[in-house]
DNA sequence: CTAAAAAGTTAGAATAGTCTAACAAAATTT
DNA sequence: AAATTTTGTTAGACTATTCTAACTTTTTAG
């Protein structure tokens, strides 16, 4: 497979996961691709049993479109894990390279990665990373946004990997794992006020509390 | 620039360095792509000003095409350092993953790299590596071959880094930086018997005496 | 239920990189 | 010095990926 046709088997995939129809459209604005391009492509990808398409209708990976998209999306995830903890690199600086290198062919380069890292399940923004055969399990958190006053939370995973967003949360000094406890919203502006890990209290805007995935604490 | 442009450049430096003209029939030969393919590329680059370039005469990097070069070597042998000393890997695996990454586009990637590996001035093979100019120091090593008996060496580089030959090094057990001392010499085959590090005797031929590269000791 | 808008498709063209076939120049042999 | 071989170049074609323009189908609004 070539780079071109992975990054379109992986923007599908992605879009599969936030919508559960997605259209020809969709595609295309996500890869910032022109429409009859995409059309060709997909058209392509078809014919390689990646894609299930029909003319008009939504566009579906197959199988092993999905299987092939998993392990891409494993590939960039590890090697963001890996910018993060061996080269210091900040979160919001890894998804660029992560995205050149996930196409790097050699299955070894990768395993090795994985076993430096000590085989991690998520990557530096929270997200899972696929297992060897490209599935990947399915993360049920909660927006900080839904949650209510005096619940407790943990921060699990980001909403939204836009750069000032991911800048934003280094600057609140949130970090993935921490303890949050909803101590107030206003019931003007949904803005919240929460103390972090017992103790510092930081007020978040509905805006960032929707991009903080937590899991509830009992 | 683009990978394949790259590995133009890349392909002449190392040209240059072993041979003083450089033909449109070495590069083609020495990237399997056909002359005529060749012969376009150069005009394409020669129109870069990265390669002098006159009809039917023998092909030159320009000082700017020179530091380019530099660069992407740099960047190759940075990563094969890498992947030997952080990944584990041998140093007959890395070539063709270095040959990939080689073309990531981030000039921080490399860097960071470059820090974690502390700077080093030499890759696995013993190669120099070119600094941030693209500047390559010159190295003027002996082949054990032309060394004489009695003489004391120390390994520095390898003249070749076909698969096989590295791998017969391991073998042999012999490592970069190993202390020599020529015993004997065939005159019928110029075998060598050799001892290493004082402690263990070996036996080369003269096609491996010929691809070690030595310093001699004073 | 039409008319307009949005989405999707087809056709045709461009660029990058590659190839083969044919021809031309340079180098090497007689 | 000619003949032959080797090397280099040109011309034309092909694949991959992209685009714009034009047309069609589907969806949405009135
Ligand atoms: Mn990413
Ligand atoms: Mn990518
Ligand atoms: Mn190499
Ligand atoms: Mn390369």
Redesign the pocket.
Known sequence: M????E??LKALFHLSTENEEV????L?KS??????????????LSGKGLIS??????LMLTQSGRRAAGLIIRKHRLVEMFLVQHLGFGWDEVHEIAEQIEHIKSQRFFDRIDQLLDFPKVDPHGSPIPDINGDIAVQNYMKLEECAEKQIAMFMSVGSSQDSFLKLIDKLNLKLGDKVEILEIQDFDKTMRVLVNDASEKTLSQMVAANILVQLTV
Chains 1, 2 share one sequence.
Not at 23 to 26: A, K, N, P
């Open positions: 070539t780079l071109t046709e990054n379109y259209s020809v459209l969709d295309s890869l910032t691709i022109k429409m009859p391009t995409v059309n060709s492509m997909v058209k392509k398409y029909e003319k008009y209708k939504p």
